[in-house]
């Protein structure tokens, strides 16, 4: 089977996550990274603006670089941008959304899930929806602290471990008082893969944490084509990015689990 | 004395406790308030897209709506765009980071100064640089969790007091590292007057803590040539935001010390 190339888009940096289980799954692939740091957050900007970006990074990947397929590695693009990226570009594009919310159909019995997320995702109500489509009751929460305590490296801190059970706990009473009897935990962030273990930690025995960058590669096989039949690792990389260079090189390691190598620079506007 | 005019801008809405600290020096005057929301944040953007984007802002105040003085309470703005924006507008231009190196000097016996601020305010060195013109020795050292914290509310929450306490102790085995014999501690960033009291009991005893949003309400009222005479409160105060009005609105008047009011949505490109 020969190597296909799959561009994965995010953002910022966060999406290396999504890349990193797509490595897993499809390792003899060719991927194509690009963060629009220049022009983040997007959780902030209106559809309109949200749209217009994601789809001149769309264009980049497969335009200029050759991506056969694309993975929208970021949530307020996946939740506000999906279609007028469809739209945008000639080849089969995947969110990070709605393979969360199937995963999270998978695993739920009861059929009523918790959502930790950004503030920006939760306000967008994406997971909530796209949970919905599926037939679950979703209750989504904002958890604004942990994407800094991720990238301030603190993924095995005591503070973070605090912060997660004041949100955990925050949650529990939120689900309680509206009657939910969940079983699954879905991390609606590509940040929150990084304490994972923690959030495990944490989450009320019997409940099942749903990774959406896992649930994204897994679906991507499906979608793409690919068999999942065992490869040798011969995954090429290359990441590009609109801005702070350098912050991506330092921090974008460890989202991504081995070196990110030099990211280039490119300017979208240009 | 009539009333003055002053223009207030910051990249997002923390610049309103310098707001706050000009209500309390100049309590007579009309001020318009003006948050870059949409643009923000401004740390991880050019000096060239900085200046152009500060200018704009500070065309918007003098020109529609006729602001007789500037303070640009943005430490990103103040230290790469401040001679940018005085040749834009023919009106005085106040930043924070100038004051805030000259209280510093006050204050420090030793001639040793530490600073916190944002990673962004940290690269640029620009209280470093501020300092050393004022014959002092700066250490900085960038808190990225304190900003996401004070925005979560927990402006008094154990967790922030144990954050502080890690950044301080790191920052005071760098300090001995280097030799400093510091005696105060300048705040700089303008979120940080919301944990003024926890860095106050977190710091060494001896150790001044110097705030830059009342350091540049005192300059503000030497360089507008305001008598500091007490006068009764009469002041107005409009605020304008470039998006994310809501946001604003929530978490405005706690940064401000009273409610901001309607916030009304302008758009600077228009």
Redesign the interface.
């Known amino acids: 089977m020969r190597s296909p190339h799959i561009g994965v888009f995010d953002s910022g940096f966060g999406g290396l996550t999504v890349l990193r289980a797509l490595l897993g799954h499809i390792p003899h692939a060719c991927y194509t990274f690009l963060g629009d ?2 022009r ?1 957050p997007y959780g ?3 559809r309109r603006t949200i749209a217009h970006y994601a789809s001149q990074a769309a264009q980049f990947l497969v335009e200029k670089q050759g991506a056969e397929y694309l993975v929208i590695a970021c949530n307020t693009a996946s939740a506000l941008a999906l279609d007028s990226i469809q739209q945008a570009v000639p080849v089969p594009v995947l969110g990070v959304v709605e393979p969360g919310a199937e995963a999270a159909r998978a695993a739920s019995k009861t059929g009523d899930v918790l959502v930790i997320a950004t503030a920006a995702t939760v306000q967008s109500h994406a997971y909530a929806t796209a949970c919905r489509e599926q037939g679950l009751r979703a209750l989504e929460k904002a958890c ?2 942990l ?3 991720v ?2 490296g ?1 993924t095995e801190h ?2 973070t471990r ?2 997660i059970d ?1 949100y955990l706990s925050e949650l529990r009473a939120e689900a309680q008082a509206e009657g939910l009897q969940y079983d699954a935990l879905v991390l609606g962030c590509t940040h929150y893969p990084l304490i994972r273990s923690l959030l495990e930690q944490a989450v009320t025995p019997g409940v099942r944490v749903i990774d959406s960058a896992e649930a994204t590669a897994e679906a991507a096989m499906r979608l793409f084509g690919q068999d999942g039949e065992a490869r040798p690792s011969t995954a090429q990389v290359r990441c590009f990015a609109t ?2 260079v350098e ?1 991506f090189e330092r921090l974008g390691s460890r989202f991504l689990g081995r070196p990110t190598g030099k990211v280039e620079l490119v300017d979208l506007d240009g």
């Open positions: 740091t220049a983040l902030s900007k209106s604004p602290l994407v800094p305590l990238e301030e603190w005591p503070v605090q912060v004041v801005d702070s912050k």
